[in-house]
């Protein structure tokens, strides 16, 4: 390719870059570990990048840990025009699918066609939850809020009045990634009961 | 490995992504795109790893791009402890690298010896701009306050009376890394200057 045909693309990857720039404004009910102030989506899918790279040894043997930080990267995108969901308020979690669908649409169909498909696909495959990359991608984004509340007096939790039944229907989600890290969050649920921060 | 001993690495790993969450709270000089707040170096790092897979192909062919995300990942972590260096502060930078070797051990430092070794020496590669992934990257995090800048009507540059000159050195930077990226970068500085937002 010439110079002239990267920079026809490049105008194409530069409106999603400048568009997708948009994920540092969607917020988040959990706040950061320190609590000082609710979390941003793109933060977020840094630190779980992060959390994927340092914490690989707990995935499956043989997962794709670059594949897993790429789906990490995009795996929020659709909020932006689909807003984030508190993933306890159930009826909005059905509601939310058809918008993520047309959000994904739009969004990752700013890129060039070739672009666009794999991208996608690594959204579809994170929310469909059946390869032990999505699997361990999946828990790592569980695993997030757990941690967070944990380490602010039950943040969230008492808030919106979760309980530890909803939250262990999440551990097991987290389990289905990582044995150990849905271990972890076990144990995390169990202390946040034993100190009155969750309630049973 | 029993589950107790992925237990005991486990605790190293979740002590160093507890410190780590506080990238959330270094803020750098550039805003966001929209203009609306500065932006923190978490959400900097994430629009940096998708910036990377997105505009793969201005890369050098052969270029490892998964590890150039993890590279983008982990390249402000020293901030921590040393906090953000606005690049055109020449003397600020030199004092900066003493701080930022001290913080790479001590933050890296908290993963077990296994880890800390690959990660800190992501960074190392990233500052020595030897190889094509770590020129690649570095282009991305030049190009990306130019860019913020140029969407905000010069944004810091008048702030900090930068001018045109300081800018295409950066931009000799990116060039190094991607001929393509260097090019539109260029462009930017032209219009910029153009549009009376940077000075000569």
Not at 14 to 24: G, H, Q, R, S
Not at 102 to 122: H, K, M, N, V
Not at 172 to 199: F, K, Q, W
Request: aromatic share 6%; charged share 25%.
């Amino acid at each position: 390719m010439t110079i002239a045909q990267h920079r026809d693309r490049l105008d194409a990857q530069l409106a999603f870059v400048v568009e997708i720039d948009k994920l540092k404004r969607v917020i988040r009910r959990n706040t950061l570990i320190d609590g000082s102030r609710r979390e941003n989506d793109a933060e977020h899918s840094w630190q779980l990048g992060v959390w994927a790279l340092v914490m690989a040894e707990h995935a499956p043997a043989g997962t794709d840990i670059d594949r897993v930080v790429r789906m990490l990267l995009v795996h929020d995108i659709v909020e932006i025009d689909a807003g984030d969901t508190f993933i306890y308020d159930r009826v909005a979690v059905e509601a939310q699918e058809a918008a993520e669908r047309a959000a994904a649409d739009r969004i990752f169909g700013l890129l060039p066609s070739d672009q666009a498909g794999p991208l996608r696909e690594l959204w579809d495959e994170f929310e469909a939850r059946q390869t032990p990359e999505a699997r361990y991608a999946k828990a790592l984004d569980r695993l997030a809020p757990i941690m967070a509340n944990h380490h602010n007096d039950g943040g969230t939790w008492a808030l919106y009045k979760v309980t530890a039944s909803q939250v262990l229907a999440n551990v097991a989600i987290i389990e289905e990634g990582s044995p150990t890290l849905g271990a972890y969050a076990h144990d995390l649920v169990e202390t946040s009961v034993l100190r009155g921060h969750l309630a049973r």
